[in-house]
């Protein structure tokens, strides 16, 4: 029997509950229905518990009783419609899905944990929807007749067939690294359309192919998985996350590219939490949103711009439904007034060769209360400026006294063994666990996993643990490098008004590199610009203004940049338009 979607949903994290340490099943004792001789919240034997969603009547009892933060009980205000797919009983469900449509590319855009890649899984055949139904697996029959004289039926029956092509790039790049054949073999192995050379022209891999997979860099690997999908003669490309591990330069790069997959024959679904590079990507776009790991709704199809929009605003308009209290908000104003707060850190020029490398450092200073974006390509020295300041390496012209205590959140996370997050806080952090919640804990999402081990935290949990504990230590200068690496777009602007309420409340500094632009563009007071030639020379200028700092990089990139007329967020304008030809020859590439 194909199961209707409920208005109360409820979900167990499993892996967090733990009935014997909370007391023999406390939620099964606190929760009212069960009191009235009714089992909403039961178990057999030993096992950990499940609730009964017919029964509950979302008081949030359990919820709030729960020592290990396990359990969500929502209670919908709108009908979610139909169960795509449900992973189990008490367990995450996706909520209607998108189509692709040939022709055009359409982006996803939705929190980490909220379905993106399990509508991805579905729609390429990877996994089959069970509607659900979960205590049986998917069946393609129950779904086709399902969906008899609807548009997904069309396309369904053509998956169930293998009749229709699918090339999908995962989100997880990582598993490319074990394979023992140099990348260009493996590319050409997978090349359907003889299309070899053209490709690692366009993406610019020439330099790699006699490489192994894990001698590449992650922009490198990211670069190889997009060009191995796009060799495979496909009707339907899907894209989890292209832009990762990219820089500015080469995220238009790969945008252009896969634009050019489109045709009347063939269709592109991308999911990419960057927005200036979703909006430069898409035509059309869905919203996802609901309650990560707990449910996922998917909205119907919407223009580029006006589904971004609405995603800032926290409100989709077409459903009628708020799915988020704030909206997100950009300024409408010109760039943003230098901070005459008092030097805080100064450094000389600096020089660094690491190689065949050379870095050069201008000399400059941070303030107090500021925050600094550090913006250019990678393999330009960015890393390894941070890490002269931050002390792990040495410049070669001058010794650099460091009498300020800097704290320093690195590109690569470690993931420290048999370690808690609540330990590792205790070890590194002498203020206690309330004076944190507010300001750090809570914003950054940190209590959730606070009982958890590093070895088990998702890339994104890690990343926001990593942040925190960063912005928690007793430290005159904030070092991080790529911070919004692993993160969603509301998280992305969580960590980015975190920053900047530490550093106004605290007096401290903060310098952050980091390659999305509407993330720098929102955190940043000044900007420094790294040029050059990657991996060979690279130069570093300012601090500058905001103003003159993005004209700095854009014009070196040949592109301008426009606030969108709603909602203020930047957009890349579209090569030789009017505004984009007008912006150039006034010289004000962003800010105009």
């Known amino acids: 029997m194909l199961m209707e979607a409920k208005k109360r949903i409820a979900v167990i994290d499993y892996e967090q509950c733990s009935p014997q340490k909370c007391g023999n099943w406390y939620c099964e004792s606190v929760c009212p229905v069960n009191r009235n001789q009714k089992e909403c919240i039961s178990h057999e034997a030993q096992e950990q518990p499940h609730i009964s969603e017919e029964l509950c009547i979302g008081c949030l009892i359990c919820v709030k009783k729960c020592p290990f933060n396990a359990i969500s009980v929502i209670n919908l205000s709108i009908e979610p419609g139909r169960v795509l797919h449900q992973f189990g009983e008490n367990q995450f469900r996706l909520h209607r899905f998108p189509l692709p449509r040939f022709g055009e590319v359409i982006g996803l855009i939705g929190k980490n944990g909220i379905g993106k890649t399990t509508a991805i899984d579905c729609l390429s055949g990877k996994t089959i929807p069970n509607l659900g139904n979960f205590a049986e697996k998917g069946n393609w029959a129950n779904v086709l007749e399902t969906f008899k004289g609807k548009e997904a039926f069309a396309f369904f029956e053509k998956v169930s067939q293998n009749q229709v092509k699918i090339a999908v790039k995962p989100q997880n790049i990582e598993a490319i690294r074990n394979a023992k054949q140099k990348i260009g073999k493996l590319l050409q192995q997978v090349d359907e359309k003889n299309q070899f ?18 001698e590449l860099s992650g922009g490198e690997l990211q670069k190889t998985a997009i060009a191995a999908t796009a060799l495979k003669k496909s009707d339907v490309y899907f894209f989890d996350e292209p832009s990762s591990f990219l820089d500015i330069r080469e995220r238009l790069r790969i945008a252009s590219f896969i634009r050019g997959l489109v045709t009347e024959k063939t269709s592109v679904m991308v999911v990419e939490h960057d927005l200036i590079l979703l909006d430069y990507l898409s035509d059309k776009i869905h919203l996802m949103y609901g309650t990560p790991s707990v449910f996922g709704i998917v909205s119907q199809v ?285 010289g004000k590439y962003y800010y105009a």
């Not at 050379?197 to 894990?214: R, S």
């Not at 223009?303 to 409100?315: A, H, K, P, V």
């Not at 050379?358 to 107090?368: F, G």
């Not at 905001?546 to 890349?572: A, F, V």
Request: with cysteine; proline share 4%.
């Open 197 to 214: 050379q053209e490709t690692i022209q366009e993406l610019g891999l020439e330099k790699v192919l006699d490489h192994l997979p894990k």
């Open 302 to 586: 919407k223009t580029s711009r006006e589904g971004i929009n609405e995603y800032l605003e926290g409100f989709s308009r077409d459903e009628n439904y708020r799915f988020r209290y704030q909206s997100i908000e950009f300024f409408a104003k010109s760039a943003k007034e230098t901070k005459k707060g008092a030097p805080l850190f100064s450094w000389p020029k600096l020089e660094k060769k690491l190689g065949s490398f050379e870095l050069t450092v201008e000399k400059n200073c941070l303030n107090q209360h500021e925050v600094v974006g550090v913006l250019g390509p990678n393999a330009i020295g960015k890393t390894t400026f941070v890490q002269l300041l931050a002390g792990t390496l040495k410049p070669d012209n001058i010794t650099l006294n460091q009498s300020l205590k800097i704290a320093y959140k690195p590109q690569y996370l470690e993931r420290p063994k048999n370690l808690t997050v609540t330990e590792a806080f205790q070890k590194k952090i002498k203020l206690s666990h309330e004076e944190l919640s507010n300001t750090i804990l809570k914003p950054l999402e940190i209590e959730s996993v606070w009982e958890k081990k590093f070895s088990i935290l998702s890339g994104g949990e890690l990343q926001r643990t990593a942040i925190a504990l960063t912005l928690a230590q007793n430290a005159d200068i904030m070092l991080m490098d790529e911070p919004s690496a692993g993160l969603d777009v509301e998280q992305r602007i969580s960590i980015a008004k975190t920053i900047r309420s530490t550093v106004e409340r605290t007096g401290k500094s903060a310098l952050i590199v980091d390659h999305d632009l509407l993330f720098t563009d929102y955190i940043s007071d000044r900007l420094m610009v790294f040029s050059g030639k990657p991996a060979v020379q690279g130069k570093a200028l300012g601090p500058f203004s905001m103003e003159t700092g993005m004209n700095t990089l854009l014009k070196e990139m040949n592109i301008t940049l426009r606030r969108d007329k709603t909602s203020k967020r930047p957009r890349i304008n579209k090569s030789e338009s009017v505004l984009d030809r007008e912006q150039k020859k006034s």
